[in-house]
């Protein structure tokens, strides 16, 4: 158990929905990463904040966005889904920026 | 652009037989190199983090080493739990805080 809590772990959804993806970084990290990874693709960053503010952007969508709140914990809004978006997203924290991260167990979304 | 290669794509093993997966990357100043241990359906597991090339890290069968242009996964007399995909990652020195992942090597030891 890396200590990172993501919520839900499953999730299935209609393409053109709206969907919140929840992680609670572990005690005393105020780095969180988001990553998705679909099967025939690597792991693939999105976006990471550090304190609250937005640190680095990757690869994500205009579709997609993210925060982090004052208690830390972060969520990743997916919205007007389409069937590509179909993947497991992977939430990851650290104590500071260059810093190992630590995984959580993944929300496994499914867009039908 | 930061960049990482890992060969092979996948490596089937009998236990016993040791053997290296490859991480070739290209960062502009390395900071880190981590690996991780990934089972299906799961999150990545932290196996390693090496900073400066020359620098080798060791646990239980798995030994890492890094150069200034690739990192060595070494597997020593593996058994079929070792079964895994195996990631490596890198952040660079001047590009904010990204971790880019290579896309891993799927080993799989029969028993």
């Known amino acids: 158990d890396s200590g990172v809590t993501q919520t839900p772990k499953h999730l299935i959804t209609a393409t053109g929905q709206r969907v919140t993806l929840r992680c609670s970084p572990r005690s005393g990290d105020l780095s969180v990463y988001w990553y998705q990874q679909s099967l025939d693709q690597g792991l693939q960053f999105l976006i990471q904040?550090?304190?609250?503010?937005?640190?680095a952007k990757g690869n994500i969508l205009e579709r997609f966005s993210a925060q982090q709140f004052p208690d830390l914990h972060s969520e990743l809004n997916l919205s007007s889904l389409e069937l590509g978006d179909s993947a497991l997203y992977f939430c990851?924290?650290?104590?500071?920026?260059?810093?190992?991260?630590?995984f959580g167990e993944g929300s496994w979304l499914t867009v039908v | 652009e930061d960049q990482v290669t890992q060969s092979p794509e996948a490596l089937r093993l009998q236990e016993g037989e040791s053997s290296s997966l490859n991480c070739s990357y290209t960062?502009?100043?390395?900071?880190?190199l981590f690996w991780y241990r990934q089972d299906p359906g799961k999150g990545p597991e932290f196996l390693f983090t090496l900073y400066s090339a020359g620098e080798e890290k060791e646990k239980e069968r798995l030994k890492a080493t890094l150069t200034k242009k690739e990192s060595f996964l070494h597997i020593t007399a593996p058994k079929p739990e070792d079964s895994a995909t195996y990631l490596c990652?890198?952040?660079?020195?001047?590009?904010?805080?990204?971790?880019?992942f290579g896309k891993g090597t799927r080993l799989h030891i029969l028993p």
């Open positions: 960062v502009s100043g390395l900071r880190g």
């Open positions: 904040y550090y304190n609250g503010e937005e640190r």
């Open positions: 990851a924290s650290s104590v500071d920026y260059g810093n190992t991260i630590y």
């Open positions: 990652a890198v952040q660079s020195l001047n590009r904010d805080d990204k971790i880019i």
